[in-house]
């Protein structure tokens, strides 16, 4: 199985910085996804790592440590759309098939 | 655009109904899923499927069933409805190879079982 963690929920400022983060503890590991979901919506995708290192893209960049089961989501120059919920996935390689498995999830909230 | 869809956005049932949810993707993608998802709980995988007529149960299968005649169409079938299956159901599909990148999700099914 797989063991993923990530804080319920984090607070900020409009124009700040923030950093959501997951560990893991898995075998057969093929990717760290991060989804962003607004409140009644399906998940949309944000990044992807498969090697160590940082991905930038605009205003969200993610980092992998593969040998620490560890992954941050970077926000930059927050803006109130960001409120959301962000999801940290791990895919992993079993029996045959890539199955990603969720955290539960980090609330964040921008206030002005 | 990839767009995956689902059958109804809102669904009231009783106890002891049989419910079937539907999930058509447009894409041509290999697999499908269907997750829940609950509040404080996260999304978790129900059932999976990589081709036509395969599945394979995910981490929560008890109570569920599913079906895939086609490769676009991925059905979640619930034989008798209980109150704990109300939740918000997510259908999920992507591409077959460890390269690809993510999945792509439907607006969500949310179930109501009285």
């Known amino acids: 199985g797989q063991n993923i963690d990530q804080p319920t929920e984090m607070t900020a400022t409009e124009g700040a910085i923030v950093q959501i983060n997951c560990t893991y503890q898995?075998?057969?590991?093929?990717?760290l996804f991060w989804y962003q979901q607004h409140a009644g919506e399906a998940p949309t995708f944000l990044s992807y790592n498969v090697l160590d290192g940082l991905e930038e893209k605009g205003r969200f960049s993610s980092f992998l440590s593969r040998s620490k089961g560890y992954s941050y989501l970077l926000l930059k120059e927050l803006q109130m759309k960001d409120s959301a919920s962000y999801l940290c996935?791990?895919?992993?390689?079993?029996?045959?098939?890539?199955?990603?498995?969720f955290g539960r999830g980090t609330s964040l909230i921008v206030h002005p | 655009d990839v767009k995956v869809t689902q059958s109804s956005r809102y669904l009231v049932k009783r106890t002891g109904e049989k419910v079937f949810l539907e999930c058509v993707q447009d894409?041509?993608?290999?697999?499908m899923f269907w997750y829940r998802q609950d509040p404080g709980l996260g999304l978790r995988l129900i059932y999976f499927?990589?081709?036509?007529?395969?599945?394979e149960k995910g981490d929560i299968p008890e109570g569920y069933s599913v079906s895939r005649e086609k490769k676009e169409r991925f059905s979640l079938i619930l034989e008798s409805a209980s109150t704990n299956q109300t939740s918000m159901y997510l259908c999920?599909?992507?591409?077959?190879?460890?390269?690809?990148?993510?999945?792509?999700f439907g607006p969500g099914t949310r179930l109501l079982v009285l």
């Open positions: 898995t075998s057969g590991f093929n990717g």
């Open positions: 999920a599909s992507s591409l077959g190879f460890q390269e690809e990148k993510t999945q792509y």
């Open positions: 894409m041509d993608h290999e697999n």
């Open positions: 499927s990589y081709d036509v007529k395969m599945k």
């Open positions: 996935a791990v895919r992993a390689y079993s029996g045959g098939s890539y199955i990603p498995t």
